[in-house]
Each structure stands twice: as C-alpha cells, then as structure tokens.
C-alpha cells in the first residue's frame, strides 16, 4: 500500500492551496481517509475524515469552513482544499487510510499513512 501527497508548496496569507493523495494497492473505496498535520514542534493532529463513499465529512474545529474533503474512487485520490491560508496553517500535511466508515479522530485509527508534503503560508 502506498499513500503518496503532493501539491504542497508556499502560499500568502489569505491564500488557497490543493492538496490531493493518491493510493495504490489498496481497496480504496473500502477506507476512509483523513487528513493530518504537523507543524514544528508540536504533534501530528487530525484536521478531518471522509467516509468510503465520500458522503460523509468530519473536521477539526478550526479548519470548519476553510478546508474541505473531497475523494474520487475511480481515481484512487482524496483531495484537502484549503482556503483563507493563515501563517498558522504552516505544517506538514498527511493523509491515511482507516478501515472505519466512521469518523475517525486517532492517529492509531489509521493504518497506512503518506510521507507528507509541507505546506508553509508566508508572505
């Protein structure tokens, strides 16, 4: 299994940026998928979930209605679209797989993870 990040990059504050994750050797449409950061010095943190057939999203309370979880399962993606960037949001974004079709907050709910692509909001 191979979960594999990009679009990651510099952006300005009050800017948007597209992060997709692809997978391969895995029954995509049989996990549901989250996203996580880390920024430096602090601990991975979850910043939300999508359920298998992508009708379902959860979020962490400070991203609500500034990212949003999309999935294709034909393709194999998931997608974090991130608007209104703050410095704060500088981070190394993850995605990974869970095998729950629930909403799934833990790091050691998911078991395949991304290497990562780092994100950083400067201007």
């Known amino acids: 299994v191979r979960l594999v990040e990009s679009g990651g990059g510099l952006v300005q504050p009050g800017g948007s940026l597209r992060l997709s994750c692809a997978a391969s050797?895995?029954?995509?449409?049989?996990?549901?998928m989250g996203w996580f950061r880390q920024a430096p010095g602090k601990e991975r943190s979850f910043l939300g979930w999508i359920g298998w057939s992508g009708r379902r999203t959860e979020y962490e309370d400070s991203v609500k209605g500034r990212f949003t979880i999309t999935r294709n399962n034909p393709s194999n993606t998931v997608d974090l679209e991130m608007n209104s960037l703050i410095p704060e949001d500088t981070a190394v974004y993850y995605c990974?797989?869970?095998?729950?079709?629930?909403?799934?907050?833990?790091?050691?709910?998911?078991?395949?993870w991304g290497q990562g692509t780092q994100v950083t909001v400067s201007s």
């Open positions: 050797d895995l029954a995509f449409s049989s996990y549901g």
């Open positions: 990974a797989a869970t095998t729950q079709n629930a909403p799934a907050y833990a790091l050691n709910e998911y078991i395949y």
